[in-house]
């Protein structure tokens, strides 16, 4: 009997523009049906935000199946397992937003209240009716439309409403005990999650020295076994996907900084500029030094690369 083949997870890479709050997937574009020609759950490097407009069907949130319909909203963390599938055409309009980068400006200089809030806002998945929650859902229409006109200050208008949507989730969820947290109820439901707690591993010490040991054991598994399972899943391996999330640092730290390429390369992971320059190449197609000279022609490479595990919307 033959071994039971593992689902697959895709993994989709969204890109903040730069200069903005959060990224919005907005207009008639998004009409469509949901979920047509896939079969895998995927998750992001972002906070997702949706709002149906008009539909309704399934949402997947990790081993949830939740029905959706016209008028409810869906709070998504990052790295966190899920699908949206309909049998005609829907209306969904989304954005994604960097949650640490808001709970800092939030608590600018609080490491812990940092950790705290992220910690609570990442607690769990949410598929919510507009009129059970109406604030919340006016403030994400609010965020949409102001994303969507881009009128005098809409820059500043969001970033500060994001700022209020995620006080409106930490009211909300830190209270709740009836779900266990993400990562430990990740962690419990089956093969497809068992390498959760690597992809939280690289996120927190991509910029430090990282074997794929050290992956397998904060997985519990042994090191064979890790690596199989996890190119099984994500279809990648470990370290290719580790690379990848350091190429990902590695733009933002450009975009933020004035660092030299060996400063860049140190803080992201890299052991010494030949290695970043090589691993960028390969996940952009350019060299850090034309990405930094022509970031907007390149900002969106990342998203065809291996479109079985990094497929972008």
């Given amino acids: 009997m033959g071994r039971k083949k593992r689902p697959t997870i895709e993994f989709r890479f969204y890109e903040i523009p730069q200069g903005q709050s959060c990224l919005a997937l907005l207009g008639e574009k998004w009409i469509r049906i949901y979920g047509e020609g896939e079969n895998s759950l995927h998750f992001h490097n972002l906070f997702e935000v949706g709002y149906c407009r008009y539909g309704n069907g399934e949402i997947v949130l990790d081993e949830r199946i939740c029905q959706y319909e016209t008028n409810m909203f869906s709070l998504i963390p990052p790295n966190y397992p899920h699908t949206t599938t309909s049998k005609e055409e829907n209306f969904w309009e989304y954005f994604f937003f960097d949650p640490e980068i808001v709970v800092q400006q939030i608590y600018p200089d609080n490491t812990p209240k940092q950790r705290e809030a992220i910690q609570i806002i990442n607690k769990r998945a949410d598929l919510l009716y507009a009129d059970e929650d109406q604030e919340m859902a006016e403030l994400i229409k609010r ?160 998203l065809d690369y291996n479109i079985h595990a990094l497929k972008g919307w």
């Fill in 143 to 302: 965020i949409m439309e102001e994303m969507r006109d881009k009128r005098s200050y809409y820059k500043e208008t969001t970033q500060n409403l994001i700022k209020a949507l995620v006080f409106l989730m930490m009211r909300k969820h830190k209270p709740m005990d009836a779900e266990k947290p993400v990562i430990t109820e990740m962690e419990s439901s089956g093969d497809m999650m068992t390498i959760k707690p690597a992809i939280e591993y690289i996120e927190e010490k991509y910029a430090e020295e990282i074997r794929a040991l050290d992956l397998a054991n904060a997985c519990n598994m042994s090191e064979t076994h890790f690596r199989r399972t996890f190119a099984e899943i994500i279809n990648m391996a470990p370290m290719d996907y580790l690379n990848l999330v350091r190429v990902q640092k590695a733009c933002d730290t450009m975009k933020k900084t004035d660092h030299s390429m060996e400063i860049v390369a140190v803080e992201c992971g890299f052991g010494n500029v030949s290695t970043f320059n090589r691993n960028f190449k390969k996940y952009l197609g350019t060299s850090p030094y034309q990405w930094k000279k022509n970031k907007d022609n390149y900002a969106n490479k990342l």
